[in-house]
């Protein structure tokens, strides 16, 4: 069955494109939008809101995602052993560097980037608005399909509603919690490499 990886906090240690926000966007912002998300605001909304407060120009801050960002233990095993799909709310521009860094060649959906000097824009893989979340959310990128997905944030919900077997932690996982739903909890990608038998 097809392995599906979240990037950001599940792939890696701590979300990159928060720790980018943090750094070098517009703190009060950020922090504002995270309180809202779900909340009013969708993510792509959310998302779009906090990365125009990012002015960088793109290498400066793909030089020093792939200087801070580190990968979850197990990554590189779990990549070379399972050939996972990346299905990330993030960016490409981002998110093939490291991997890069890592050696590793990955299948990744993600969005693109529009790094302007006035503030960066989302350029959306996908717009259409999901009939089950009513979000333009990451479960179109995967229909008909049977997979397995590890994930860790609001991102993920409802693409791992609809998959045959979940992994979660933090925010992924306290919301299984709280629809009672199964889902098998993890920290390493070691942890789903084992349960996976891979
Ligand atoms: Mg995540
Ligand atoms: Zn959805």
Redesign the pocket.
Same mark, same amino acid.
């Given at each position: 069955m097809q392995l599906v990886l979240d990037w950001d906090g599940t792939c890696t240690e701590v979300d990159g494109l928060h720790m980018l926000l943090e750094e070098f966007g517009d703190r009060e912002i950020y922090e504002h939008m995270q309180g809202v998300l779900g909340a009013g605001l969708t993510l792509h909304e959310v998302i779009a809101a906090e990365i125009a407060t990012i002015t960088l120009p793109l290498d400066f801050a793909v030089g020093w995602m792939r200087e801070h960002v580190t990968m979850r233990p197990g990554f590189k095993e779990l990549a070379e052993r399972a050939s996972p799909i990346v299905l990330s709310s993030g960016f490409h521009e981002l998110i093939e560097p490291v991997l890069a860094r890592e050696q590793i060649e990955l299948e990744v959906r993600a969005n693109r980037l529009d790094a302007r000097p006035d503030g960066w824009r989302p350029i959306w893989r996908d717009e259409a608005v *999901? @009939?089950?979340?009513?979000?333009a959310?990451?479960?179109?990128a995967l229909a008909e399909q049977h997979y397995v997905f590890v994930g860790d944030g609001y991102s993920d919900r *409802? @693409?791992a509603l609809a998959a045959e077997r979940v992994f979660a932690r933090d925010g992924l996982a306290r919301y299984f919690d709280r629809l009672g739903q199964p889902y098998e909890r993890f920290e390493t990608l070691h942890d789903v490499a084992a349960a996976l038998g891979v």
């Open positions: *999901c @009939a089950t979340c009513g979000e959310c990451k479960r179109g *409802c @693409a």
